[in-house]
């Protein structure tokens, strides 16, 4: 513990140098996704690496097809400990519309609000502010002593365009990245006094419908009655598929899908997330998921099927007496926990053909699938994570889930067969990809305090 | 009797003059959609001015904002007969393409076919060959006493086109215009042998809905199972409006809609219409209406429900995850018989909003509501005309269906109050709108010949 209490010590003597670094590289403008940026993302990730190598990392500058990775290892200063790979990405937004900041994007500055002050400046807390709490964890640890853990950093350049190098990057360097556990700094914490840990990531599976009927598009005075429409058969597929109580009617859809642990939903009661306000910001105010199911679990915890697009005959002003030949549509099913998406694909091909009249044929695209992520809620390492954090922020960490998914998260999970911890400090009024993105001075400060106790907690097992 | 077979004998004997002058209206190119030919259409107007005025009409051409109309008066030898109005139109599609016409479009000939002599050219069946078998029975009728009734006749020029000018000339031109009937002369027989009166008209009523929900587009990871989908709630109202038996579920919808009457359905059985062939040609197999219809019944004398257009969320190529705010469908019912179409339009607005679930608004377009034209089995006019034209064609004349529309018709009944008596010498396949148009030389000899009965026999009552 002796160690862990300096290296704590240090984080908040050093703070200020600490954020001298931070803004030195939120001045680098790595935007991934504008090629004109293309050597301002190379200089960022040769700030990385000497910074790397400066604490004693053995790190590198790797070239992709696409902007650089930066990789840097350092072991522990003892045998038999865990081995962490640490996640962050250093490629941001462009700044548009530039006229909306406040003071120019990448001059990064502290600012006084009524909750705190703040890092105001572009990529402060997506990702460069999150990523450097990880490396002045590091540092503190290393100057009072050494390592927890080895430690491994991946740093990407391509998160904001979809990470097109990271699966190959992956794949090639399989056995160089490979550690007990991935450690993903992207995501947010509950609220501004509650540190978080996402657990769950719905899984997704994509499909398109062509329903074709007659040969060519018919008049709708002349056949209308007598020909079969395809708008009709898709509309009477999508109407099945849901049950007057918001389940889905596919064979075997909910098998895999467990309950929340009692203790976990006894959690998720106490976050008092506020669904009403949820929905009331975007203009709904009536949950439309399952009944008897509370909005988080609606979005975190169950799977949902949805329709993202439909088309078919005229979509024109006014009007058109036709039948169309085709008619299609974009379906897609999230999943959670052990749900199997090639079972839940082949069962939704399944329902659609025994749904199909005389004369109508289904053609199928397939357009991705993929499981849930779910960390076994009795994980160890998660265990460690959350008292550590815990103990840093005064609170309970929250183990929450998330609607939406983390390329990253699936790609380490099936690419190297680890499972992730999402820590994150940012909050979700951060204006990430917005003018004036800021990052809570405490996020910042708390947030290296907190790598430095996780890394000691794992250490301890 | 004795003044129809003079005439009767007339019309054989003039047969190969009444060609020449088919020929000479065929010659002129007036072609109503482009602009080039409006001084062609000015001339076929003064072509048929001519003609009429030499059969002793009073006769003038009509200027209209668009092409002219042709209006031709001609009193009966008595009093107290029939007033009848004749409607066929002078203007014809365009002749592309031309390298698929085997002589040139506008140069009439006679050819032979397996069938008998047919006219070809552009127009000969759509709608000139048509109008002159009236023209050519008022000529023997002239010219062998008098005509049997009071006889208006209204070229119009603009039918091609949508027939923009058509409804201000009948307001501005009612008193004028008014008959006991109108004998409009663009159809179809039924087949080669069977001549037919089209007494049934489907109306139509066209609603576009459109369904709003959240203020904004969605991410459908972030809100997917929480959120409405406006494109769930559209579909569910497309599977609801038709029940298992294809019966549609509309309060109210089957109000007027009456069985036919039993000869009328067992004169359509005697059709031996082939519904199986019907469908085949259009790649389908099995009718998709109501459960123990004929296919004749689903297009000819049932009300239908279909959706003409959808289109909500993302319809480009791939995938998005996206929840859209507002998806929308373009909905048409066909009526039949006595069904309202304003209740019809206000049934379905009403199942809609009693569709939505909470959050969801419903916004609608109204494109166009008109009732079914149905002319009464038992009118005295119909029954002279079956008879006339069963005793020429020495084969009971069919009462068909329709399942479109004929704008003309509704326009008569709207703006004049009066029926339509739909009769024509077309066949099925006249190839109009395409190259070598044709009409058999039968159908304009003993068309002409049809009329001279009809006109007797309206004249007897």
Known sequence: MAQLDTALAKIDANLDAALKRLFALVAIPSISTDPAYAEACQKAAEWLRDELQG?????????????????????????????VLFYGHYDVQPPDPLDLWQTPPFAARLAAAATGRQIVGRGTSDDKGQLMTFVEACRALKETGSLPCDVTILFEGE?????????AFLQANKAELKADIALVCDTNMWDRATPAITTMLRGLVLEEVVIKAANRDLHSGMFGGAAVNPIHVLAKIIADLRDADGRITLPGFYDGVAELPPEIAAQWRDLKFDGSQFLKDVGLSVPAGEKGRSVLEMIWARPTFDVN???????GKGSKTVLPAEASAKFSFRLVGAQDPEKIAASFRAFVKAHLPADCQAEFIAHGASGALQLPFDSAPLACARTALSDEWGKDAALIG????????????RDLGMESLMI??????????????????????????????????????
Do not use: C
């Open 402 to 413: 998330s609607g939406g998914s983390i390329p990253i998260v699936g790609a380490f999970k």
């Open 55 to 83: 604490l004693g990392f053995e790190a590198s500058v790797r070239p992709t097809q696409g902007r650089p990775m930066v990789v840097g290892k350092a072991k522990a200063g003892r045998e038999d400990v865990p081995h």
């Open 309 to 315: 697009g439909i088309i078919g005959g005229y979509t």
């Open 159 to 167: 998160e904001e365009t979809g990470s097109p190098s990271l699966p």
């Open 424 to 461: 994150g400090f940012a909050l979700e009024d951060d204006r990430i990809h917005s003018p004036n993105e800021k990052y809570e001075l405490s996020s910042f400060h708390k947030g290296a305090r907190s790598w430095a106790r996780i890394l000691t907690a794992l250490a301890e097992g």
